[in-house]
Nanobody
């Protein structure tokens, strides 16, 4: 059973940067895909980025070129560097994990979830 704990959320101005972290316990080497999702009342839960154990990454079109996902295998942490933030990036950011690879950026592809960390971007 994977346990995921997110941190790093904050309130920032548009154009600013934030780095989110997801600490994992009780699994890490067994989780092939680890991803970031964000949740809002308007859009529900949408995929942001995913990193597989083999080093491959995938991003949603809305964040491509602005966000970078990285995975530290030794420390069992997942990070999301977010640059040039926009008000549309506001949401509760959740870390998710799956023991299988080549997961899509869809919530149903992931088995384990954290509680989330809030990001608010003001214009």
């Amino acid at each position: 059973q994977a346990q995921l704990l997110e941190s790093g959320g904050d309130s920032v101005q548009a154009g600013g940067s934030l780095t989110l972290s997801c600490a994992a316990s009780q699994y890490p080497q067994d989780m092939y895909s680890i991803a970031w999702f964000r949740q809002t009342p308007q859009k529900g839960r949408e995929g942001v980025a995913v990193a597989d154990k083999d080093g491959s990454t995938k991003y949603s079109d809305s964040v491509k070129g602005r966000f970078t996902i990285s995975r530290d295998k030794v420390k069992s942490t997942l990070s999301l560097q977010m640059n040039r933030l926009e008000p549309e990036d506001t949401g509760l950011y959740l870390c998710a994990a799956s023991p299988f690879g080549r997961r899509r950026l869809l919530p149903r592809d992931y088995d384990f979830w954290g509680q989330g960390t809030q990001v608010t971007v003001s214009s």
